[in-house]
Nanobody, 117 residues
Framework: QVQLVESGGGLVQPGGSLRLSCAAS????????MSWYRQKPEMQREFVAQ???????FYADFVKGRFTISRDNAKNTVYLQIDSLKPEDTAVYYC???????????WGQGTQVTVSS
């Protein structure tokens, strides 16, 4: 089992930045993909970005250079740097880990990001 805990969310003004973290604990799979999703109020959860073990990254089209995903394999942690925040970025941000070998996925509990003046 893997447990994921997100942190770093909060209230930020438009144009500001945040760095979200997702720390994994438990039996960490050796081959995995970690990703971020977000869910806006009354909307479906949507993909934001993912990063593989070899640091290969993939982003949703709406990211447009404002989001950067990275990982620290020594700490089993993935990060999401969000710059130039907009009110439409307001959402609960979730971390997901996919165990590629066992085809299992794990989710964190989410961290709230609110962008407002």
């Amino acid at each position: 089992q893997v447990q994921l805990v997100e942190s770093g969310g909060g209230l930020v003004q438009p144009g500001g930045s945040l760095r979200l973290s997702c720390a994994a604990s438990g039996t960490f799979p050796s081959i995995n993909i970690m990703s971020w999703y977000r869910q806006k109020p009354e909307m479906q959860r949507e993909f934001v970005a993912q990063i593989a073990m070899g640091d290969g990254t993939f982003y949703a089209d709406f990211v447009k250079g404002r989001f950067t995903i990275s990982r620290d394999n020594a700490k089993n942690t993935v990060y999401l740097q969000i710059d130039s925040l907009k009110p439409e970025d307001t959402a609960v941000y979730y971390c997901k880990l996919v165990d590629v070998r066992l085809a299992r996925e794990y989710w964190g509990q989410g961290t709230q990001v609110t962008v407002s003046s």
